[in-house]
């Protein structure tokens, strides 16, 4: 299942304070990672809808 969202909603998209910007927390092969560097992953398999509140409507 592939979703068409950008980055920037993902989950696995993350602040890395060692470099100071954004990385894929995925561990992505040489074309998915050419792709994540020129702004064009289109349908990425990883995508995780990041949402906080996951937890606690389970806990509901």
């Not at 068409?4 to 998209?13: A, L, M, S, V």
Request: with cysteine; proline share 2%; glycine share 6%.
């Amino acid at each position: 299942m592939k979703k068409n969202c950008g980055c920037e909603y993902c989950g696995n998209y993350v602040y890395d304070e060692d470099f100071e910007y954004y990385v894929c927390d995925m561990d992505l092969d040489e074309d998915e990672m050419s792709r994540f560097l020129t702004g064009t992953m289109e349908g990425c398999p990883y995508f995780q809808y990041n949402d906080e509140y996951r937890i606690v409507r389970k806990q509901m």
